[in-house]
């Protein structure tokens, strides 16, 4: 089984930038098509970006233009440049495998690390 654990949170003043990291140990990572997703406080989890395993990009309409998500598979390491920071982008952040439906997965989650845009 797949294992998450991600680093990079912190406090941001908005406009500001935060460079996360997702560390993913077992074989299934090169084929998987990987994910950040979000957690803000009293919302639901949702899938910010996405990573095919050939490199294809999708985001939400929420930070498109601001975020990039990039891997490095030899590392089995996942990454998610924010630029731009608002506060609305305060939340956990988790990485994850994307399943093919696109929905949450339902395991495999690790601890996230808090991000904090305020001023």
């Known amino acids: 089984q797949v294992q998450f654990v991600e680093s990079g949170g912190g406090l941001m003043q908005p406009g500001g930038s935060l460079r996360l990291s997702c560390a993913a140990s077992?074989?299934?990572?090169?084929?998987?098509?990987m994910g950040w997703y979000r957690q803000a406080p009293g919302k639901q989890r949702e899938l910010v970006a996405r990573?095919?395993?050939?490199?294809?990009?999708y985001y939400a309409d929420s930070v498109r233009g601001r975020f990039s998500i990039s891997r490095d598979s030899a590392k089995n390491t996942v990454f998610l440049q924010m630029n731009s920071l608002k506060p609305e982008d305060t939340g956990v952040y988790y990485c994850?495998?994307?399943?093919?439906?696109?929905?949450?997965?339902?395991?495999?989650w690790g601890q996230g690390t808090q991000v904090t845009v305020s001023s």
């Open positions: 990573i095919s395993s050939g490199g294809n990009t």
């Open positions: 994850n495998s994307v399943p093919p439906n696109w929905g949450l997965p339902g395991d495999g």
């Open positions: 077992g074989t299934m990572f090169r084929n998987a098509a």
